[in-house]
């Protein structure tokens, strides 16, 4: 990157790192309760070391899946279109040569992700979301595939908003093994001590492993219309972090990490998710828990009472077992020491704290989605309104920060690997598109829009029967289009406006044509009954 020193990125990124300090012991711990195999947050875990040590009920882990299974499920399934592609130009989309195009641009782009790995790295990307608020998904251009997802762990990533608090850099601090790099970069570029692995052919020193940083930064000047990677919008740069030699350099014509945020504070740069919100609720249920397993180990195995004096030999306590004891005082024996253990309350308890625990993860509004058996699309609405309320700012990030850019990469990397057809002419001029989605999660959001549609001329039509002029408020044919969009309509059963401007011009000149014919019959019968008065008249004259 002309201009810029590694020392500068690899200075930039300690920066960061330093910042991000206090949210790597809020992750670790949130991760212990809720996904403890990524709890090796800013510290090193061995592989294969036993990680749910602290947990003793599931729920959250639990809630955390079905959270993102629903997202999954709801947003992106693999069995249903569940986005669109128009242009941002409303009366091109009215042609049928723009709209065969996008379909089947469209048709390609969801051919593609789900012949890759998509659905393994987006529902990983999805519970990273649950648990920790932030989540980066990794898209290249496959070696086999046409894509290639990667869903990079909280622990590798670094990031840094703009002025528009936009993501625009993204740093990764990831180890690779001499091999790896070998494969990735080639021999040619390794640093010294590198080589030397390599050029050894050991096993051991394949393996080795080397720390190398990422780092994908904006360019101040830039030439979007050229190929060069050096005049691309992004810039891009691997170091061997120990030694700070350059292993590549080029460019993207879009940031290939996508960084989400399930929500966020205004003043933070990474998100906060369900599992860090519900943190306190976890913790007390996983003390409950624990609690309760004690007391009800008390009930079933009570501890035993046992004489000071006359008990012969070591006291037994397995099934079964025999213990002697001398006989000199009346029921001088030993017996069990009963505690008054109130499990229900501590039962009762737990599940209140499951409730909000689920409540946090939106469990409940998926499992509302879910159970659709014998109910119209108003009546899902009614049921999970609220529900879709508080989930709508999260779903709208989401699709603004994860899946969108996501597919505009897509579009791109299809493109250039000749994937999908030729653009119409109409687009030549004005090739500019935007994404819109037709998910079950997406529609069931549109349809609040109608429901408060349907309310509003409820309450406007009483009105309507006093004073007509109050419907002239409404954009009618806005409202019909708007519906037809939102119950996911195909757009070739409407007609294109120039097509209903004119059905209407043909039915007012009918109708002003009638209007004549009308206006004139009482002319006509009126002449007409002049002319057969007059004719007895002329009759008797004559």
Known sequence: MPGVKVEDIVSRYEALQSQRRNWENLWRDTANYVLARKNNIGTYVSPGTQRRVQIFDSTACRANEKL?????????????????????????????????YFELVGRAIMEALYLSNFILEIHETFLDLGAFGTACLYLEEGMKMPLNFRTVHINEFFISENTDGKIDSVFRYFDLSTRQIAEKFGVEVMSDDQKKCFESKKGDQLEKRFTILHAVLPRRDYDSSSQLSSEMPYASLYIDYQSKKVLRESGYMECPYMVSRFTKSSDEVYGRGPGINAIAEIKLLNKMKKTVLVAAEKAVDPPILVPDDGVVGPFRTTPGALNYWRANGYNNKPEPWRFDVNLPIGLEMMNQEKDEIDKSFYVDLFEQLADRRNMTATEVVERVREKLILIAPAIGRLQSELLSPMIHRSFRLLGEGRALPPMPQALADYPQYEVFYISKLAMAMKLLDIDATLDTFQTVMPLAQIDQGIMDVFNVDQIVRGTAERNNMPPEFLRPPDEVAAIRQQRAEMQMAQMAVQAAEPVANAAKTAKEAMQPAEAQAG
């Open 68 to 100: 993102a299974a629903g997202l999954f499920g709801y947003m992106c399934p693999p069995n249903e279109v569940w986005f669109k592609l128009r242009s941002v130009h409303r009366q091109l989309n009215q042609i049928p040569e723009v709209q065969t």
